[in-house]
């Protein structure tokens, strides 16, 4: 009797000082007259997670430049880092003319193409790049388009871009970016 007392108290003790976890929604089924209760799947909000990753991967790309050596094509859908790197070498030796670059691509966002322009700043000479804010605007079929506002702390310019990022396997691709605003002087007319 003492040792079904012993286990009883253990058992009111255990349970007594067991810490609190947060309980999770429950799923039941009913299988031969059995009730299973298993956890929900969380849901995850994918947009929220691309806006983290977008701000992440850029800031890494330009902290990692030099080791990089420029390329962006990790970060990038094939079709996207093709087509940024024949705009930015529009004119230059090797490059595409910008009427072969619009017969290659098409007419259609040519002026937020960056033509002439490096990966997501437009400028070859930056300090410490980091994506001072962005929001997802929009949830399309194929992904998500981010407006982010990207910042060059050390010399004061700042870029307003819609990026439109694609999910690919377990992390997402950049499939696009309309290069919206340029400026210099630290000041964006909207974000």
């Known amino acids: 009797m003492k040792f079904i007392f012993a286990i009883c108290l253990s058992f009111i003790f255990f349970v007594g000082c067991k810490?609190?976890?947060?309980?999770?929604?429950?799923?039941?089924?009913?299988?031969?007259?059995?009730?299973?209760?298993?956890?929900?799947?969380?849901?995850?909000?994918t947009s929220v997670l691309a806006g983290k990753w977008l701000k992440i991967v850029v800031e890494e790309y330009f902290d990692n430049f030099q080791k990089l050596k420029g390329s962006y094509k990790h970060i990038c859908t094939p079709q996207y880092a093709a087509m940024k790197w024949d705009a930015s070498n529009v004119d230059l030796p090797g490059g595409l003319s910008e009427e072969a670059f619009v017969k290659k691509y098409g007419p259609k966002d040519l002026e937020y193409k960056g033509l002439r322009e490096t990966f997501m700043i437009a400028s070859s000479e930056f300090g410490k790049v980091v994506v001072a804010n962005y929001f997802v605007k929009e949830v399309t079929p194929k992904g998500y388009l981010i407006n982010a506002s990207i910042q060059d702390q050390t010399?004061?310019?700042?870029?307003?871009?819609?990026?439109?990022?694609?999910k690919s396997g377990n992390t997402f691709l950049i499939d696009n970016i309309l290069e919206l605003e340029n400026n210099y002087s630290g000041q964006l007319s909207a974000l």
């Open 155 to 166: 010399f004061g310019s700042r870029f307003l871009r819609e990026v439109h990022v694609i």
């Open 19 to 45: 810490k609190e976890e947060p309980v999770a929604e429950l799923d039941t089924q009913i299988v031969k007259n059995e009730v299973i209760e298993k956890p929900a799947v969380a849901h995850i909000d």
